[in-house]
């Protein structure tokens, strides 16, 4: 008896929902004071019934209205609180059909109002569409949880009725706001459904201004349109394309495709143009779309203009035949094509860890950036308490400013941020025009595993200040048994959402499964690069270069290291950087200074290099020459200086370490006006 009630009340509430197509409630039947969810049996509040008739529920008040006496009233009793949650369900979820949603608007002085569409029939599922009205006097919309960006941005005044209208066209997925009948944003909305309005008064936020918030509804109306099928009727609901991309390179895509018609599809003919260029054209077959069913169908590559373009893409034949609706046959989106500044490289240091828990994140940002940005952009990976830690590099990441936890990544070392907007963050970074173009060299020896490294600077703009060389030793597909290399793993289950795979694997991933990228294996001059190498003022045209040696760990595989040549700036940040394989450094080369005095200095030599007790700087002079050295500390204080007068030939200058603290120093040779730099180890 029970089950049959049941059927009974489910079908009477199928029934209400198709009826219900319009509404309309101009407040004047509400008595004064009354609470309008505990009055009518169409306005509820967000937690249910339960919640109606408290303070959770609007009241009606006559202090104004738009027509009669009447209309609601909205206050927020703290930030961000409400307690006011005030919600108008739609008869069910709309996700096809016309829809259209009308009510005027009452701000008060340098008060702010909020409201939400709600996506789903569950409250708190999913938010189709934000507005704001904030105390500045602007009218903000954006897209609630698919979060990309602002739709509208508008003036409007206060203490006068203001006209908000929706209309969304969820067939065609064409939403469209207007402001007193003048439209401010139209758009495909990712979550292309509507169910009710939350209309919930707040103040404090970034959009609200910290402002308190008082305002007033009126004249509430809606209306649905049902959508009535044809027969053989495909629609492009969504188009998914990167909204910035680099000018000249092509990236994939995707359309949303929903069969509105009777007929299942299993086929289609679709083109793409850019600024009605060349179509591109495609035919996707093995498709079995059911009528009201989606798919999402690749495209073919869009090859990005400079600046901002047009991307058309429109639905050409249905199963081989004419679709019988061509008016949903389109879909636009304008895209912005960047062009990078000559030679720059973004740089992107992330702090890491096997402990970590959100740390896959990282990873998988990491390695997508480099495989979509391959000579834009570098990754490196600098761990945290576990085997893949190195000392100082992880001692000078956690101390950036700013810096609160893990995963975090610093990017050109000039911004903090979360991996997941590496890629918005990109763009900023790489038009920063860079003053050097770096090369990398090398040469390695496979017996003793003793590796030399090289990185010039060839400068293409007059510079001054405190310039410093670096170079990171970094080590992709890390493999190694053992619980110091098995990764936690909070994406496991898939509850986090999808990440990269790491939904598919479990919690921890055992170390067998995981091979880590992009790994630090040693920073050279330590985190902050070597001061004083560099003279302060560096002319056009010059070049300069610094060389390192390291033996590799017998763990480390050499077929998976790279070299990640940095220039810092005067404050710290990264001017630019290059990342090459080991193999593509070893066949440039190591190299020398073009700047450094060739034309008198036909050869150079400083060892034993580390010292730890006397080096010998030996020089070949083709001509007599004032020589005169300076040794400066890794603060640029200078330890020692001798000015030697007139030499000629070969000649032998010694360097007594005996008195120097272990560490680096800088080895500054004056050849008559020519200066050149190397750097001497102590070791004791």
Known sequence: MKRNLLIVLGLFSIALIKAQ??????????????????????????????????????????????????????EAGSASTGPVDLVLPFGGEKNVGKFTYTMWMYVTADNSAYFNFQAKTVIGTTWALDNYLTSEGKFICNLGTANNGELCNVSFEFEKWIKYTLVADLTKNVWEVFLNDISVARFSNPNNSIASIDIFPLFGG?????????????????????????????????????????????????????????????????????????????????????????????????????????????????????????????????????????????????????????????????DSMRKTYPNYFIGIAVHNNDPMTVAAYDAWIGTFPGFTGYPSIINDRNQLTDPLTVETDFYDHIIVPTPVILTNGAKYDS??????????????ENISGDYRFNMVVIENKVNFPGTGYKQVNTYAGGGKGVMGGFEKLPNPVPAAKMFYNHVA????????????????????????????????????????????????????????????????????????????????????????????????????????????????????????????????????????????????????????????????????
């Open 206 to 366: 970034d959009i609200a201004k910290g402002s308190s918030s008082l305002y007033y509804i009126d004249d509430v109306n809606y209306e649905f349109v049902p959508f009535v099928p044809k027969n053989r009727d495909a629609g492009i609901v969504n188009l998914v394309l990167k909204n910035k991309f680099l000018a000249g390179l092509s990236a994939g895509g995707s359309i949303q495709v929903r069969n509105l018609g009777t007929t299942p599809i299993t086929s289609l003919d679709l083109t793409c143009t850019v600024d009605n260029g060349t179509p591109v054209t495609s035919n996707v077959s093995n498709l079995n779309v059911a009528s009201l069913g989606f798919a999402n169908v690749a495209i073919p590559p869009i090859t990005y203009r400079k600046g901002t373009s047009d991307v058309t893409c429109t639905i050409n034949k249905v199963n081989g035949g004419p679709d019988d609706d061509l008016t949903n046959n389109d879909k636009s989106l304008t895209v912005l094509g960047i062009e990078p500044a000559p030679h720059k490289v973004m740089l992107t240091e992330e702090a890491t860890g096997t402990w970590c828990q959100w740390c896959p994140r990282g990873a998988v940002y990491l």
């Open 521 to 684: 294996r040693a920073i050279l001059d330590g985190a902050d690069g070597l001061q004083g190498y560099l003279p302060s003022t560096i002319k056009q045209g010059s070049s300069y270069d610094i060389a390192y040696t390291i033996t590799l760990a017998d763990s480390f595989k050499t077929k998976n290291i790279e070299l990640v040549g940095i220039l810092y700036g005067p404050s710290g940040e990264i001017v630019n950087a290059t990342e090459t394989t080991l193999n593509e450094a070893i066949a440039n080369g190591l190299s020398s200074n073009v700047s450094n005095p060739k034309q008198i200095v036909n050869s150079s030599n400083l060892s034993p290099n580390p010292s730890n007790d006397v080096s010998f700087l030996q020089l070949e002079l083709s001509q007599n020459a004032d020589v005169s050295i300076q040794i400066l500390d890794l603060t640029g204080r200078e330890i020692a200086r001798r000015d030697y007068g007139s030499l000629n030939g070969q000649v032998e200058l010694p360097i007594n370490t005996l008195a120097f603290d272990n560490g680096s120093y800088v080895i500054k040779l004056k050849v008559n006006n020519k200066i050149s730099t190397s750097k001497l180890v102590v070791t004791h």
């Open 447 to 460: 017996i003793t595993r003793e590796l030399q490294i090289s990185v010039k600077g060839d400068f293409i």
């Open 21 to 74: 197509n319009t509404f309309s409630d101009d407040i004047e039947a509400y008595a004064v004071d009354s609470y309008i969810g505990k009055s009518s049996p169409n306005w509820t509040v967000w937690s249910g019934t339960a919640g109606e008739g408290t303070q959770e529920d609007a009241t009606v008040t006559n202090e104004v209205a738009h027509s009669g006496k009447n209309s609601i009233r909205l």
